[in-house]
């Protein structure tokens, strides 16, 4: 095989490589596996129909008094999850602030597809970041959330758990960007370690700022590690200002290839995730402008677009789905 066909052929073998990898739970190559023994359980979740929520009441209540705040791992969760409740409030005459925890600096895949390269590179990584960050402004923009109400805190993408656990006190390295501190210039805290005692430090002062009267975070059960660290973040924050009624959930990575169908179909409710099951997640439904505005946010992500479009768009459906327990009932109870 010539030699220019040969590195084609591993490219593009390398490619399918991370997709398969991708696929199975989108860079939770293990996620696929916790699943398996709970499929059954996970099928009947994913057949039981959520409560509706017309009016929004039994979600929250939404009016000009409402301060919303959205906590993103990454740049394009907030609108994945939430892009229809956030265009709510602002419609109502609240407010809306988002903070993104990571930049999305530590994606192998994007690395590949976005930046033809087969190897770690920090500087593309922070260029990535960067090329992210400018993605999460357009696409909140454009769902009406105020520049200044944008809070990006650095920190590392695939190293949130490790920052609530191993690295609570003694700063994480990312393999990704190398660094040991908050990298970005346009950070809230630029220069801040990468503890997990900094990072609470960071969120608390985030939510001095914001004040929310309703904060949508990750559920401790999405199937990506930065997500469910993302929770547990929001969940301590919340316990230690006794504000836990102001929290509500929502899922991305929800196990099994869900989404399901992945791809556009705007006329379908999001179904609930294997992984949620026991969350009884309320369906809030967007109108069709609120749709219409989500799916152009979605595609603001052009890098994301790149990489895995099927998976982002399953999340344009008429609904969005938020519960009000951080984990299911029947846990606790046990
Ligand atoms: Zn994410």
Same mark, same amino acid.
């Given at each position: 095989m010539p030699r220019a066909h040969l590195h084609s052929a591993i490219f593009a073998s390398l490619v399918a490589m991370l997709l398969t990898v991708a696929v199975a739970g989108v860079g939770n190559a293990g996620e696929a596996a916790a699943n398996g023994a709970a499929s059954k359980a996970a099928?009947?979740?994913a057949t039981t129909a959520p409560k509706r929520s017309d009016s929004s009441t039994d979600f929250a209540r939404i009016d000009a008094?409402?301060?919303? @705040?959205?906590? &993103? %791992? #990454? !740049?394009? =969760? $907030?609108?994945?999850?939430?892009?229809?409740?956030?265009?709510?409030?602002?419609?109502a005459g609240g407010r809306v602030s988002v903070v993104w925890l990571? &930049?999305?600096?530590? &994606? $192998? @895949?994007s690395m590949l597809i976005v930046e033809k390269s087969l190897f770690i590179n920090s500087d593309k990584l922070r260029d990535l970041a960067a090329r992210r960050m400018a993605e999460a402004r357009a696409a909140t923009s454009l769902l009406g959330v105020p520049a200044a109400q944008q809070f990006f805190l650095g920190y590392p993408d695939r190293g949130l758990?490790? +920052? *609530?656990?191993?690295?609570y006190a003694t700063p994480y390295h990312s393999r990704f960007t190398g660094a040991t501190s908050v990298p970005y210039a346009t950070a809230l805290f630029p220069g801040d370690p990468y503890t997990?005692? &900094? +990072? $609470?430090? =960071?969120? =608390?002062?985030? +939510?001095?700022?914001? #004040? %929310?009267?309703l904060v949508l975070a990750p559920s401790p059960e999405d199937g990506h590690p930065d997500h469910r660290a993302s929770g547990i973040l929001a969940i301590r924050a919340l316990s230690h200002r006794n504000e836990l009624a102001k929290g509500r959930y929502w899922i991305v990575h929800g196990g099994e290839g869900w989404p399901s169908p992945r791809g556009y179909y705007p006329d379908?409710? +999001?179904? !609930?995730? %294997?992984?949620?099951?026991?969350?009884? %997640?309320t369906a809030f439904v967007l109108t069709d402008d609120e749709q219409t505005r989500k799916l152009q946010a979605v595609?603001?992500?052009?890098?994301? *677009?790149e990489v895995m479009s099927s998976f982002l768009l399953a999340f344009v459906r008429t609904t969005e789905l938020y519960s009000a327990l951080p984990v299911p009932a029947a846990v606790s109870k046990k």
């Open positions: 099928r009947t979740a008094t409402t301060t919303l @705040l959205v906590v &993103s %791992p #990454h !740049p394009d =969760d $907030e609108t994945l999850c939430c892009a229809g409740a956030i265009q709510r409030v602002l419609k990571t &930049s999305g600096d530590g &994606s $192998e @895949l758990l490790l +920052l *609530m656990t191993d690295n997990g005692q &900094s +990072l $609470e430090r =960071d969120f =608390d002062a985030v +939510l001095d700022r914001v #004040h %929310p009267t379908i409710p +999001l179904n !609930p995730p %294997p992984r949620g099951k026991g969350l009884d %997640p595609r603001a992500y052009k890098t994301q *677009m």
